[in-house]
């Protein structure tokens, strides 16, 4: 049972991994394009572009990841400068246990995602600037960008890096479409 607290820990681990030093200044929101909506509780919201607005939770849900067990109930946390949500699987052991945080970056872009010491990977998710990152043991951050000075973060914490990654690209599949669009 101990073990289970492991994921939550890892999972607030990597949002403080993911962290630099703030840069000075003030973030500049980006317009966006009215939102496709298909239903209210799978939209961010779009305010403008103001990032401060966007609800973590309206990005991912339990159901968005069905297809990797049963996952409890959202927590939800300011961490690391980020306003985080954290959904865990329920698991009967320590290597079945996953843990999949979105967090909201209102003030650090893309440039301030810290390597971990695998370096990190520069690349698109649906046509918008990411970073992916991998954060051993059995971590990863996949960061895609809202505006130069802020970011959206997926962190997955699990039993394998690789693994992590592989579920990392997956979920900013399910967020990307739902954050405002530059």
Same mark, same amino acid.
């Given at each position: 049972?101990?073990?289970l607290?492991?994921?939550?820990?890892?999972a607030?681990?990597?949002?403080l991994?993911?962290?630099?030093?703030?840069?000075?200044?003030?973030?500049s929101?980006?317009?966006?394009?009215?939102?496709?909506?298909s239903?209210?509780?799978?939209?961010?919201?779009t305010?403008?572009?103001d990032?401060?607005?966007?609800?973590?939770?309206?990005?991912?849900?339990?159901?968005?990841?069905?297809?990797?067990g049963?996952?409890?109930?959202?927590?939800?946390d300011?961490?690391? #400068?980020?306003? /985080?949500?954290? !959904?865990?699987?329920? @698991?009967a052991?320590?290597?079945?246990? %996953?843990?999949? *945080?979105?967090?909201?970056r209102?003030?650090?872009g893309?440039?301030?995602?810290?390597?971990?010491g695998?370096?990190?990977?520069?690349?698109?998710?649906?046509?918008?600037?990411?970073?992916?990152?991998?954060?051993?043991? #059995?971590?990863? /951050?996949?960061? !895609?960008?809202?505006? @130069?000075?802020?970011?959206v973060?997926? %962190?997955?914490? *699990?039993?394998?890096?690789e693994?992590?990654?592989?579920?990392?690209?997956?979920?900013?599949?399910i967020?990307?479409?739902?954050?405002?669009?530059?």
């Amino acid at each position: 049972m101990k073990k289970l607290y492991v994921v939550p820990l890892a999972a607030a681990a990597l949002v403080l991994a993911a962290c630099s030093s703030e840069k000075p200044g003030s973030a500049s929101p980006a317009p966006s394009a009215p939102p496709a909506q298909s239903s209210a509780s799978s939209a961010a919201p779009t305010s403008g572009g103001d990032t401060a607005s966007i609800d973590p939770c309206s990005l991912v849900s339990a159901t968005d990841l069905a297809s990797y067990g049963t996952f409890k109930p959202p927590t939800t946390d300011n961490a690391g #400068g980020a306003r /985080l949500c954290t !959904l865990s699987k329920e @698991a009967a052991t320590a290597a079945e246990a %996953l843990s999949i *945080g979105v967090g909201v970056r209102d003030t650090q872009g893309l440039d301030s995602v810290s390597d971990a010491g695998n370096g990190k990977t520069s690349g698109n998710v649906n046509g918008r600037k990411a970073v992916l990152a991998p954060r051993p043991p #059995g971590g990863c /951050l996949m960061a !895609l960008e809202l505006t @130069a000075s802020a970011r959206v973060d997926v %962190l997955i914490a *699990g039993d394998d890096t690789e693994k992590a990654c592989g579920i990392a690209e997956k979920v900013a599949d399910i967020v990307e479409p739902k954050l405002p669009k530059g």
